[in-house]
């Protein structure tokens, strides 16, 4: 069964940069309708980054999704990060095709 695995995260400072990667240990079905989502403490999952859905307001211009077809990864790319940014974040399709992971953290302090 095919599950993506997130990483990546870290301890970042405001301003940071930082690239998470979504691997697969099979080929990704649909890898077009693949998208990042983050839960921050206490609050629900959200999406943040697709290609077929943009961008949330809150990391547009911040954040770039991308993906390596031959190696199967998605990426996303987050500059200028903020302190509303930690989360964990996941990888799925925009439908929920897979088991949801571990997902990677992202935190963001000073």
């Known amino acids: 069964q095919v599950q993506p695995v997130e990483s990546g995260g870290g301890l970042v400072q405001p301003g940071g940069s930082l690239r998470l990667s979504c691997a697969a240990s099979g080929s990704i079905l649909n890898i077009n309708y693949m998208a990042w989502y983050r839960q921050a403490p206490g609050k629900q999952r959200e999406l943040v980054a697709g290609?077929?859905?943009g961008y949330a307001d809150s990391v547009k211009g911040r954040f770039t999704i991308s993906r390596d077809n031959d190696k199967n990864t998605v990426y996303l790319q987050m500059n200028s990060l903020k302190p509303e940014d930690t989360a964990v974040y996941y990888c799925?399709?925009?439908?929920?095709?897979?088991?949801w992971g571990r997902g990677t953290l992202v935190t963001v302090s000073s």
């Open positions: 290609f077929t859905t």
């Open positions: 799925n399709t925009v439908f929920h095709t897979y088991n």
